[in-house]
């Protein structure tokens, strides 16, 4: 008895083709093999082995924002796995100054095999996607961070070495990209993701009801609360980010508002996992812990504050993680790209993360 023949279609319909612009709109099943591919190709990078599952594509990095960590990333990603980079900022190309989205989209998506696009506006990624016909992978907007969903939730499983049951904590501002991506694919991951956050900082409702939609069935509990004790209570992770996001400019009102909730030796010894080695300190970066940078100086001298969103002895201490976070995004984006357009055998992978 022969054996049946699996077209490419098949193999690949999971992944192949598809965009990456926010992880509600993929599987927890997905959102956990992409996790686990990132840590496989970690592992061929460190071993020197070759993994050119894009060579010869052509890849198109579209940058509205600064960005050191999600530039060097793609850049590094696409070159590892055998693509081109080719990076069109903000100055370089029409799009949306004398030519709209749908038709740099066109013309782009003609020519390159993939886009990336750093930017505020969710609905232009989606647009980019929907007329460019490749895949396009949102590096950031104003509403979601997913690339770096999967570098976080990677590094959490190399530290624990699983998620399922985990509690993590971001503290800050609540409503922002970073926020809303990780209480939605914690609660599809089924990991507790608890915002802690002045009331008028938390979450929309909105992501709130996507967050429990998936809880419902992973069985993590998303919360968001503004007392800080009862949201630290027994994390295993505290996240932070920077209190003013990119194209934002109130410093003074978030100053006023976040610094009781910096994160300090203090709070993360509220956890009550300090010494039994289930905790560790997390940061997307850039981070403001001390007065090394112009911002910092800025700060200094506006408003008397030498650290902001988390103190340098938590930022220098054992707890933390930040730099290997920051390696796995390439790690991780290279995941992404590879499984989207590198035609590659992928099994069915279910809707659910067990």
């Known amino acids: 008895m022969t054996s049946p023949i699996i077209t490419k279609a098949e193999v690949n319909s999971k992944f192949q083709g598809r965009s990456w612009l926010a992880e509600k709109d993929f599987t927890p099943g997905e959102i956990n093999y992409l996790i686990d591919f990132g840590l496989h190709l970690k592992a061929l990078k460190q071993q020197n082995i070759p993994h050119k599952y894009l060579e010869g594509k052509n890849i198109a990095l579209l940058f509205a924002k600064t960005s050191t960590r999600t530039r060097a990333a793609f850049t590094t990603a696409a070159i590892d796995l055998g693509a081109h980079p080719e990076y069109l900022g903000a100055n370089d190309i029409q799009l949306g100054i004398k030519e709209s989205v749908e038709d740099t989209a066109k013309v782009l998506g003609s020519m390159f095999d993939g886009i990336e696009r750093r930017g505020f506006s969710q609905k232009e990624v989606e647009d980019l996607a929907k007329f460019s016909g490749v895949p396009v992978w949102n590096g950031l907007t104003d509403d979601w961070h997913p690339t770096q969903m999967i570098a976080d939730f990677m590094t959490v499983k190399e530290n624990f070495g699983h998620l399922k049951g985990l509690t993590l904590v971001y503290v800050g501002d609540g409503r922002n990209n970073m926020a809303n991506s990780l209480i939605v694919t914690g609660s599809m991951l089924g990991v507790n993701v ?44 505290i996240y932070s980010d920077v209190w003013v996001s990119m194209g934002e400019s109130n410093w003074e009102e ?36 001390d007065t090394e940078t112009e911002y910092g100086m800025e700060i200094k001298e506006k408003y008397g504050l030498t650290e902001m969103e988390v103190t340098d002895e938590v930022f220098r201490s ?13 790690h991780s984006i290279k995941a992404i790209m590879a499984a989207t357009l590198g035609n590659l055998f992928i099994p069915n992978v279910s809707e659910d993360f067990e």
């Open 254 to 289: 978030r100053v006023e508002l976040l610094t009781p909730y910096r994160i300090t030796m203090d709070m993360l010894k509220m956890t009550g996992n300090l010494d039994n080695g289930q905790f560790i300190f997390m940061h997307c970066l850039p981070a403001f812990h």
């Open 318 to 330: 054992k707890y933390a993680r930040q730099f290997e976070e920051a390696e796995n995004r390439m």
């Open 194 to 237: 608890h915002i802690v956050a002045p009331d008028s900082l938390h979450p929309s409702q909105e992501v709130m009801d996507i967050a429990n939609k998936f809880a419902e069935k992973s069985g993590a509990k998303p919360m968001a609360t503004s007392n800080i004790e009862e949201g630290v209570k027994g994390a295993n992770i």
